[in-house]
C-alpha cells in the first residue's frame, strides 16, 4: 500500500495526464479505474479505484500544488489540457464587450457619434461569439445524452442478451463512424 496516505495513487504511480485525458474523453469514473490499473503501472496489490479517481479530478487544484513541486513540466500539461473551450469563449466575447463600451464612453467623451462601422463589426461579432457559445453548448449536451443513451441500451442488451454484444461490437467497429463506441464497449464488456 501507498507509505504517504497523503498522495493520491494517482499521483504516486504518474498518472495525472492520463487520468485527466481519460475523463475529458468522457470516460466514467470507473472505467478510468480500469484503465489505469490495466496499464502496467499500478501494482497488482495497490489497484487504484473509482472513488481514488474521483478525488483525484474533484481536487485537481490542490493535487496540482505538489505536481508543481515534482515537475512543473507535467504540471503544465495538465493545465493544457484542462482549459474549458466555453470559458474562452466567454473570456473573448467579455473583452470584445468591454472593448465595445469603451468605444461609446470615448465616443460620449468627445461629444461625438460612435464609428457607424466598427459598432456594426464589433456587434455582429459577439452575435457569432454567442451563436457559436450556444452551439458548443448543445453539442456538448447532445454527446452527453447519447452516450448515457448508449450505456444504458448496452447494459440493457447486456442483461437481457449477452450473446448479442458481441455482434453488436463487431458491426460498430466495422463503421469508421462508430468504431471507437465499438471498442469503448469491447472493452466494458
Known amino acids: 500500500m501507498d507509505s504517504n496516505r497523503n498522495v493520491s495513487k494517482v499521483i504516486q504511480y504518474d498518472l495525472e495526464q492520463d487520468t485527466v485525458n481519460l475523463r475529458q474523453a468522457g470516460l466514467s469514473y470507473q472505467r478510468i479505474a480500469d484503465e489505469l490499473n490495466a496499464s502496467g503501472k499500478v501494482p497488482e496489490d495497490d489497484q487504484i479505484n473509482a472513488d481514488i479517481v474521483k478525488r483525484f479530478l474533484n481536487h485537481v487544484p490542490a493535487v496540482s500544488r505538489e505536481m508543481v513541486k515534482r515537475d512543473k513540466k507535467r504540471m503544465m500539461a495538465v493545465v493544457d ?18 472593448l465595445l463600451n469603451a468605444m461609446e464612453s470615448q465616443a460620449r467623451e468627445k461629444n461625438s457619434i460612435l464609428d457607424p462601422h466598427k459598432f456594426k463589426a464589433l456587434s455582429s461579432e459577439m452575435r457569432e461569439m454567442l451563436k457559436m457559445m450556444i452551439e458548443i453548448q448543445k453539442e456538448l449536451n447532445d454527446y452527453e445524452n447519447t452516450k448515457r443513451f448508449m450505456e444504458i441500451v448496452m447494459e ?11 455482434i453488436i461490437i463487431e458491426k460498430l467497429k466495422m463503421s469508421q463512424k462508430t468504431q471507437w463506441i465499438g471498442q469503448l464497449f469491447n472493452e466494458r464488456m
Open 156 to 166: 440493457t442488451v447486456a442483461e437481457e442478451c449477452p450473446q448479442s454484444i458481441p
Open 81 to 98: 489540457n484542462n482549459i474549458d473551450i466555453i470559458h474562452e469563449m466567454t473570456t473573448l466575447y467579455s473583452k470584445t464587450s468591454d
